[in-house]
């Protein structure tokens, strides 16, 4: 109770300092993280120290894959990429579906992780079953010929383990890589990225397609080498926007999409909006893998869990809202001492309810919620700031609840 007061007055007190402008923001923004959460009325409510938790359910299954993004690409440390080399070794080994690295240009946040077909073809050697994943490849800034032989190099290293995530690109400075006019690639970036996919895959069959020459005039190339896989496994990546739902389920793909800046209502009703258009487009709705990334690390006691997590995941969060660059946010009025309340108070949200953090028994209730929204893949993205040793520790209670929506209860 004497810490609820001392925080509470703390609250108060940096409150106080807002402007009204600053107020109003923080205030909407409380009354938002407030109203996801809270249940509907007339709903009961259990109470005690299990509110909230569920058990897995018989017939919930899910698949897990392990996700990388946050690596600092300006630290200097050797071995930067033991951590991923010795996590694909686990995962592989127990059984996880696929490992996935993304692409990321000229920010710290990610840095790591500038080409994911590069990282791929090193963990492609080090693997025997796992599927070895882009997530994602920013379709616009290459040339579809490329993104071909590219991959195709690590299907063959891997023996036919690769699939990538088709993403538009998000920040105007990465187009200074795209092929052409880069001013107009980022303008029409998902038409290009939908147009561009579905060359990719005519040139994986072996297809010969024409392309712009130097004199203007159309080349006509085909591929090499050739891939194991007759056909190259396709997500595509959308954090917000219904309609990349939709189009991603037109064009027959898989869909990755995550948490972090949306309402679980908001995904049970893209999720939707997907299978319908897998639907009319003539596919299986129910053949399209969802997956959702989230920020994952498990261990065996849940008030150690959060402690482990609290100031890494602050600061990724901090990151992500900086990102956004935009007053909208409400994050760019606050000075720093109001950010860190408004951090704090979006932490303990994020840590109940829209990440995979705690032990292996409170991570079947989030899970649960995830089999709710229709989702089939849990992305387990690990690298966001905890210590590598702690990383790869957590790896084996995440093992423990991989295994429970693998099996029938009791045999896992």
């Not at 092929?179 to 579905?198: E, N, S």
């Not at 005519?202 to 010969?208: I, M, P, Q, V």
């Not at 100031?311 to 109001?338: C, H, K, N, W």
């Not at 387990?380 to 693998?406: M, W």
Request: one cysteine or more; hydrophobic letters at 40%; a negative charge.
């Amino acid at each position: 109770m004497a810490e609820e007061i001392a925080v509470d007055t703390a609250l108060r007190q940096r409150l106080a300092t807002l402007t009204p402008q600053q107020r109003a923001v923080f205030e909407r923004r409380r009354r938002e993280r407030a109203a996801a959460v809270e249940p509907e009325p007339g709903t009961p409510q259990p109470t005690g120290p299990t509110v909230g938790r569920r058990r897995r359910r018989p017939d919930s299954t899910m698949e897990f894959s392990v996700f990388f993004f946050s690596g600092d690409g300006s630290s200097v440390e050797e071995n930067r990429y033991d951590l991923l080399l010795e996590c694909a070794r686990i995962a592989d080994r127990a059984g996880f579906a696929g490992i996935w690295v993304p692409e990321r240009h000229f920010v710290d946040f990610g840095g790591l992780y500038p080409n994911p077909s590069v990282l791929a073809a090193a963990l492609a050697v080090v693997t025997e079953r796992i599927q070895i994943r882009a997530g994602s490849v920013a379709l616009p800034l290459h040339h579809p010929a490329r993104i071909a032989e590219e991959w195709s190099v690590v299907d063959n290293l891997s023996r036919g383990r690769v699939a990538i995530s088709a993403a538009s690109g998000w920040h105007p400075d990465d187009f200074v890589l795209a092929p052409g006019d880069g001013a107009q690639t980022y303008r029409d970036r998902k038409a290009v990225m939908f147009d561009r996919l579905a060359t990719v895959q005519r040139l994986w069959a072996g297809e010969t397609v024409e392309v712009p020459g130097v004199t203007g005039t159309p080349t006509a190339v085909r591929t090499l080498p050739r891939p194991i896989q007759p056909r190259l496994p396709v997500w595509v990546s959308s954090q917000g926007s219904t309609d990349t739902f939709v189009q991603a389920g037109r064009a027959g793909a898989n869909l990755l999409t995550g948490l972090v800046a949306q309402q679980p209502e908001q995904v049970r009703t893209k999720i939707a909006a997907y299978r319908k258009a897998r639907a009319d487009a003539g596919y299986d709705p129910e053949t399209g893998v969802v997956t959702a990334m989230v920020h994952t690390f498990l261990g065996s006691d849940l008030d150690e869990v959060r402690e482990v997590v609290r100031r890494p995941l602050i600061d990724y969060l901090g990151t992500f809202l900086r990102q956004q660059d935009s007053t909208d946010s409400g994050y760019a009025v606050l000075s720093e001492a109001e950010r860190e309340v408004m951090l704090s108070a979006t932490f303990d949200r994020y840590f109940d309810h829209l990440a995979l953090l705690g032990t292996a028994e409170t991570g079947e209730s989030f899970v649960e919620d995830l089999v709710d929204l229709d989702v089939d893949e849990v992305a387990c993205l690990v690298d966001f700031g905890v210590a590598p040793d702690l990383v790869i520790e957590g790896l084996t209670h995440l093992t423990e609840l991989k295994n429970r929506y693998q099996h029938p209860r009791g045999t896992a």
